[in-house]
Antibody
Framework: EVQLVESGGGLVKPGGSLRLSCAAS????????MNWVRQAPGKGLEWVSS????????YYADSVKGRFTISRDNAKNSLYLQMNSLRAEDTAVYYC?????????????WGQGTLVTVSS | EIVMTQSPATLSVSPGERATLSCRAS??????LAWYQQKPGQAPRLLIY???TRATGIPARFSGSGSGTEFTLTISSLQSEDFAVYYC????????FGGGTKVEIK
């Protein structure tokens, strides 16, 4: 069974940093692009960042460019999101999502998410 | 930046009826469009990609159509488990979801 489990969320002060992790299992992690998508409380989905299977291609939403860094460790079947200079508007549930096909830009499955709250 | 607009924001439908959801792109995305379903407290689930191809395990009552800038998700006969929020996503450039349509019980 394909499984994605996010961790690392929590309460952080504005300007602070947090590192999210996503542990993958049940598929060949190194063959798939991976993604982060977030959802602010009561709001819609917002794509955050994508990384190709070998980390050759990386993309960010304008709203996080220069502050967030996506990375992966294929040996550990893990995806990461380093979040710096956090703002109140970064408060959201952060989902890890796999490419449906190896490098597709549509996503499934998704993890259950980890909540990040940025507040003083 | 491509902006995705979904309408209506809320759709009230009786079980067994047909639901038609719309998604418009601010510029052409060809057929690079996906639809997702999200139920309260759950992660989204992929329904449709390539504008009209159902993902594995998705019932035939879900169908997608359109290309360019205008897209439609149709649920032919609403079941109780279909009441949820639906999002479109263009992937011509990475990302960009629409604001969502909530399908509620009438």
């Amino acid at each position: 069974e394909v499984q994605l489990v996010e961790s690392g969320g929590g309460l952080v002060k504005p300007g602070g940093s947090l590192r999210l992790s996503c542990a993958a299992s049940g598929f060949t992690f190194s063959s798939y692009s991976m993604n982060w998508v977030r959802q602010a409380p009561g709001k819609g989905l917002e794509w955050v960042s994508s990384i190709s299977s070998s980390s050759s291609y990386i993309y960010y939403a304008d709203s996080v460019k220069g502050r967030f860094t996506i990375s992966r460790d294929n040996a550990k079947n893990s995806l990461y999101l380093q979040m710096n200079s956090l703002r109140a508007e970064d408060t959201a549930v952060y989902y890890c999502a796999r490419a449906y096909y190896y490098d597709s830009n549509w996503f499934d499955p998704w993890g259950q998410g980890t909540l990040v709250t940025v507040s003083s | 930046e491509i902006v995705m607009t979904q309408s209506p924001a809320t759709l009230s439908v009786s079980p067994g009826e047909r639901a038609t959801l719309s998604c418009r792109a601010s510029q052409s995305v060809s057929s690079n469009l996906a639809w997702y379903q999200q139920k309260p407290g759950q992660a989204p689930r992929l329904l449709i990609y390539g504008a009209s191809t159902r993902a594995t395990g998705i019932p035939a009552r879900f169908s997608g159509s359109g290309s360019g800038t205008e897209f439609t998700l149709t649920i032919s006969s609403l079941q109780s488990e279909d009441f949820a929020v639906y999002y479109c996503q263009q992937y011509n450039n990475p990302g960009a979801f629409g604001g969502g349509t909530k399908v509620e019980i009438k």
